[in-house]
Every structure is written in C-alpha cells, then in structure tokens.
C-alpha cells in the first residue's frame, strides 16, 4: 500500500485512519522511526533495543536505558 502525504509546517504527518485500522495500530503507541538505506523512512510499532549495539533479544531496563545480556557483561568487565 502507498499513500502519497505532504509534511506539515512542523514536518509532521497524520498517518490515514485506513492504513493506520489495517495495520491494528492505535493513536499514542509508540512508534520506531528508521532510515533505509534507499533514503527511506520506516514506520513500526516501537520496540525497545539496546542502546549500545540495537539488539532486541532479552532486553532489560535500568534507569530508562535499554541494553541486552551481552552488553551489559562488557559494561561489567569494563568497570
Ligand atoms: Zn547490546
């Protein structure tokens, strides 16, 4: 599906109600915005990933930051 918007004075965008019921999302969930390689902007439903390496196996949080198994033993080694 593509659906042709203008960004707005602020460089927003409202996605359309119909792609936004097909795709099951709903208004204030959080989102993960990632540029492609193309030049392109992805749109998906938030996940939480590793601040240091952006894995997503196992994640834990302490103190709002977000990191996997393996970075947080280098942070152990390291201190
Ligand atoms: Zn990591």
Redesign the pocket.
Known sequence: MTTSKRLTSKSGITIPKDVRLSLGWQPGMSVDLVTTEEGALLIRPHVNH?R??G?VENIRKYKDVC??P??AAKMKEAV
């Open positions: 590793c240091f390496c894995g990191v996997c393996d970075c």
